[in-house]
């Protein structure tokens, strides 16, 4: 059974930094790609930066220049450098995986980590 375990979040000030980590486990095959998502109090979950098992990234605008994501295929683990934090970071961050076997895509979530930002 595939589990997402993240880490990495807390308190910090504005134009702090924090680092996130998805820890996979209960898959033989890499991820097709990984993906961190948020979601804040009163809005719908958003896309923040993904990555492909190959290294290809995207990232949402807002955070653009500020964040960075990377992932260790070996040990099936995604991070999220997060610099010059603002206050409107501040939401539950989730990881996200996608697992393709033959043409069928398995999604799989992670409980959540909360960041705040304080100004």
């Known amino acids: 059974q595939v589990q997402l375990v993240e880490s990495g979040g807390g308190l910090v000030q504005a134009g702090g930094s924090l680092r996130l980590s998805c820890a996979a486990s209960?898959?033989?095959?890499?991820?097709?790609?990984m993906n961190w998502y948020r979601q804040a109090p009163g809005k719908q979950r958003e896309l923040v930066a993904g990555i492909t098992s190959g290294g290809t990234t995207n990232y949402a605008d807002s955070v653009k220049g500020r964040f960075v994501i990377s992932r260790d295929n070996a040990k099936n683990t995604v991070y999220l450098h997060m610099n010059s934090l603002e206050p409107e970071d501040t939401a539950v961050y989730y990881c996200?995986?996608?697992?393709?076997?033959?043409?069928?895509?398995?999604?799989?979530w992670g409980q959540g980590t909360q960041v705040t930002v304080s100004s």
């Open positions: 209960g898959s033989r095959k890499s991820f097709t790609a």
């Open positions: 996200n995986a996608r697992l393709r076997i033959i043409i069928t895509d398995y999604y799989y």
